[in-house]
């Protein structure tokens, strides 16, 4: 599917949370959602998902499921992980749950490999199995387009390799329009095609991690002073060197 | 290996529900052959297929006995499952139509039923119950419509129902203050909880009410788990939280309103009964509100048993026997399971 948002805008009461943003995204890329915190992000996956109301237009072309993916909010509801990957096919579930949502709840856990996590309960889960059985939850769903915000907050770095290379092959083999909001602005440079970086609610800059990784875009966006080179494979590594000073 | 394991989870947790169901059903033998009569079993069982010409005998078993038993169970019932949606609505395991204010709307409308009765065009069975009905009926709105008007979050209805609560404890006390010695007594007595002004009409009534709710409860079943997730998540899963959160709460509060209408205040078992189900089956509402239903019918079951056999010759308020029997089960409970999740 591919997405095509203009001048939406989120209001809560008083604070404007999201200014007017157009964003594109096409059919299988994968585009990082960048900001500092209280920028926006969240609220404009809300809109985009469509559940907040919001202003402006947003239009999923092709037809099919949004898959959503709220930040993890450490419920610990006394479920199996299986039933909650089930939970993602809510739309059509019967009473009885039905043969096609159960197959394709335990098919969502084993193209992440944790089917062997199918019978444990939620609260028991670590960080990274949780954002896995909840990916695994959106999926099961079979969407044509992805909202993840912040799968890996709170996650160590081994788990944030592990979570985002599932995104991305998920993504590549069912050919999703991928957005995820990220904090680690590496990781985006590394599993990213695009990034779109948010400052105060409006889009600042959008472009490949090449051309959106500047310097002063990321300065005017976070308030720090970066350096940004090439890392050891090529690609650009951004590393804080300190907070701008007001 | 996940459908399969699913499969047999489900199995276990409903071969739970039916051994609970079978023990339900000796606590119900058990509640029709006690009470104060000291019948033989034998006799009790002939009378309840019909095999005797014994007046006496007649009278004691069915008229009662047999409601008794009867409401004891399906009050249970209506409790258990009313605490249990009210837990997954608020978010909040201390949440039961007893710490929402619902029973204390009823509470309040019963003593006004007792104060002014004589005034009433009633005949005196009905206007209590019928007063503890409407009143729980007017908490529910209240606490509905504050979650109507600012968003049905589980944090603002938990604070509405509180105030709720406190508003009609206050109102309660000014009418206890204002009665008199013989009406206060009445109103004490009311607030006890007691099973022993139950009748084939009323529990009659309760079984209708029962039986129409839990489907409505059913349906939502699937979408009821998904709110355990949280607010977010459940919409992101396509579910319209607030209305759902009205929907089920004011179904669960006329089955609430009407249980207590019947038997007065008996708090222990909305609370208690949905985490006994928890525990024992998990939060698939789908078993988890069956589970409820059997676990609160079977506390309340046992605990009218009990209440018979603690004096022989009396019969102890059933408020009281639920909370003395039901607080040291739950411990157990608590403790031994508590380590594995």
Request: with cysteine; aromatic share 6%.
């Amino acid at each position: 599917m591919r997405l095509r948002a203009r001048g939406v805008t989120v209001r809560y009461r008083a604070v404007t949370a999201v200014d007017g943003v157009d964003l594109d995204a096409a059919p299988g890329e994968v585009l990082a959602l960048l900001g500092a915190n209280g920028s926006g992000k969240s609220s404009l996956m809300r809109a985009l998902a469509g559940v907040t109301k919001h202003g402006g237009s947003v239009a999923w072309e092709g037809g099919g499921a949004v898959g959503y993916m709220p930040q993890d909010n450490a419920s610990s509801a006394a479920l199996t992980a299986f039933e909650v990957v089930l939970l993602g096919r809510l739309r059509s579930l019967s009473l009885r749950a039905g043969a096609a949502e159960l197959a394709a709840a335990e098919a969502a856990l084993g193209e992440l490999g944790i089917l062997h996590l199918a019978q444990r309960q939620l609260g028991t889960l670590s960080g990274g199995q949780r954002q896995l059985v909840f990916l695994a939850q959106v999926l099961a769903g079979e969407p044509r387009a992805l909202l993840l915000d912040e799968p890996t907050s709170a996650l160590d770095i081994a788990h944030q390799l592990q979570v985002l290379s599932m995104v991305r092959e998920a993504a590549a083999r069912r050919g999703l329009t991928t957005i995820v909001v990220l904090h680690d602005i590496n990781a985006a440079a590394r599993f990213a095609d695009r990034i779109a970086l948010l400052r105060q609610g409006r889009l600042v800059m959008t472009g490949t991690p090449a051309a959106a990784l500047c310097a002063e875009a990321l300065r005017d966006a976070y308030a720090v002073d970066v350096a940004v080179g090439p890392g050891p494979d090529a690609r650009l590594v951004v590393v804080p060197v300190r907070p701008v000073a007001a | 290996m996940g459908i399969a394991g699913w499969r047999a989870a489900h199995a276990r947790h409903a071969g739970i529900v039916g051994l609970a169901a079978a023990v339900l059903a000796v606590s119900f033998a058990f509640d029709l052959a006690t009470g104060p009569a000291m019948l033989p079993v034998a006799a009790v069982l002939r009378t309840l297929v019909g095999f005797t010409h014994d007046p006496m005998l007649s009278a004691i078993v069915l008229s009662l006995r047999l409601p008794i038993a009867l409401m004891a169970v399906l009050v249970g019932a209506a409790l258990g499952v009313s605490g249990a949606v009210m837990q997954t609505i608020l978010a909040n395991p201390l949440a039961s139509s007893y710490t929402l204010g619902i029973s204390a709307g009823a509470g309040f409308g019963a003593a006004l039923a007792i104060l002014v009765g004589a005034a009433l065009p009633l005949p005196g069975a009905w206007a209590v119950p019928l007063a503890a009905f409407g009143f729980a009926g007017l908490a529910c709105a209240l606490v509905a419509g504050v979650g109507q008007v600012r968003g049905a979050t589980s944090e603002l209805l938990v604070l509405a129902g509180i105030a709720c609560l406190f508003l009609f404890q206050a109102l309660l006390s000014l009418l206890q203050f204002l009665a008199s010695p013989e009406a206060l007594q009445q109103i004490v007595f009311w607030l006890f909880g007691s099973l022993l002004r139950a009748s084939l009409a009323k529990a009659g009534i309760v079984a209708l009410v029962v039986a129409c709710v839990l489907p409505v409860l059913l349906a939502d079943a699937w979408r009821l788990t998904a709110l355990q997730l949280g607010d977010e998540r459940a919409r992101a899963l396509g579910v319209r939280v607030t209305r759902l959160r009205l929907r089920a709460f004011v179904t669960v509060s006329l089955l609430t309103g009407v249980a207590v209408a019947f038997v007065g205040t008996i708090g222990f078992v909305g609370l208690v009964a949905p985490h006994i189900a928890r525990l024992l089956v998990g939060e698939d509402q789908r078993i988890m509100l069956p589970a409820s239903a059997v676990f609160g019918a079977l506390l309340l079951s046992a605990a009218s048993v009990a209440s018979k056999l603690i004096m022989p010759g009396t019969v102890f308020p059933i408020g009281i026997v639920t909370a003395l029997l039901g607080v040291p089960f739950f411990a157990w409970l608590v403790l031994a399971r508590g380590g594995r999740r």
